[in-house]
Each structure stands twice: as C-alpha cells, then as structure tokens.
C-alpha cells in the first residue's frame, strides 16, 4: 500500500508542478513497465495491479486538469461506483505495456471510463470504470462539474452496452441482500 501512496504522491506533485494541463475529454496514455512488486510469482502482473494503474491514470487525468480546482478543493472527493476488468493476455515482468484512457460519457451522477491495456499492438485488458464525485454523503451533479472543468461539449452519454454492464450492479445488491 505504500507503494501506491507513493506514486500517487508522484502523480500529483508531477502533475501541479511538471506536467502540462490536459483536456478532460481526450484520451490520455501513458507507458509503463511491469516491476518485480507487480507480479505473481514472480512472473506476470497480478490482478489487483491492473485496478492500480486503472487508478494512477484517472487521478493523473483529474490532477492534470481543471477538475482538481472544481471538485477536490471545493471539498467533493471521488468515489469508485463500479469496475469491470475484462482480461485477455498477461503482462510479464520487465515488459512495458501502454494504459489508455478513454472518456465513454457521463449522465448526471456517473462518468465512464475505459481503460485500456495494450503491449506491442495487441490488447491485454480492458477495465470500465464508473465514477461520481460525493459531498455531504451526497453525489454531486456531473454535468455542472464538467461544465465549471472546461468541457463545453453539453451531452455525451455512454454506449448503450457500457451503461448496462453497470446498470446490472443494483439488481445484483438488491439480489444479495444481507
């Protein structure tokens, strides 16, 4: 856990003081390389590492942007609705892979994201996430967010598939009621 906090640190100082300001709504890529503390046995990036670096790039994307100075100092923070990581090739150690970022869409409390994994042209993985940003135990509205960020692109909803991969995350809690 200490290496997460670690790069996070990494992520926000590089970003604040370093690194050019990003749009919100393009895609962003970064590269990097499967390290020893990544890897089961000692041979292929764990499962966990994956939501990992999912994380590293969605804070960098918010840090690099003006979604910072509209959500986290007006005291919202960002809550991880759901994650979906589909996985279609392992990344051994010492390769370097590229994650891209791609915005799906957003609806009044959730953006969309996929995250991609590809080494040498060919997919690895692919995660979809779903994000809000909450204040006061309460979800704040996207579009207003987005609005005050810079986005001057009114609507974008979601695919119609990703929107149903989450929209089945209530009929499963509500199934499995404790």
């Known amino acids: 856990m200490l ?14 003081l370093f690194w050019r ?4 709504i393009s895609n962003q890529t970064r590269k990097r390389r499967v390290g020893i ?6 041979r292929y990036m764990s499962n966990s590492k994956y939501a990992y670096y999912m994380d590293f790039i969605r804070f960098e994307k918010m840090f690099r942007s003006q979604l910072y100075d509209n959500t986290v100092k007006k005291g919202m923070f960002a809550v991880l609705g759901s994650q979906k990581i ?9 390769s370097t892979f590229h994650i891209t970022l791609v915005l799906e869409g957003w609806d009044d409390k959730w953006v ?28 704040q509205d996207m579009r ?5 960020s810079g986005v001057t692109r009114a609507e974008m909803n979601p695919p119609e598939e990703i929107h149903e991969i989450f929209n089945r995350d209530y009929q499963l809690l509500k199934a499995n009621r404790i």
Not at 37 to 42: A, E, G, H, V
């Open 3 to 16: 290496y997460y906090w670690l790069h996070l640190f990494y992520i926000f100082i590089g970003s604040r």
């Open 21 to 24: 300001k990003v749009d919100l």
């Open 86 to 94: 589909i996985y279609k090739k392992p990344l051994k150690m010492w």
């Open 144 to 148: 207003m967010i987005l609005e005050n």
């Open 112 to 139: 969309y994201h996929k995250q991609v994994f590809t080494q040498n042209n060919q997919l690895c993985a692919i995660g979809y996430t779903r994000a809000a940003f909450w204040k006061n135990k309460k979800a």
């Open 37 to 42: 503390l990544d890897c089961d046995t000692f």
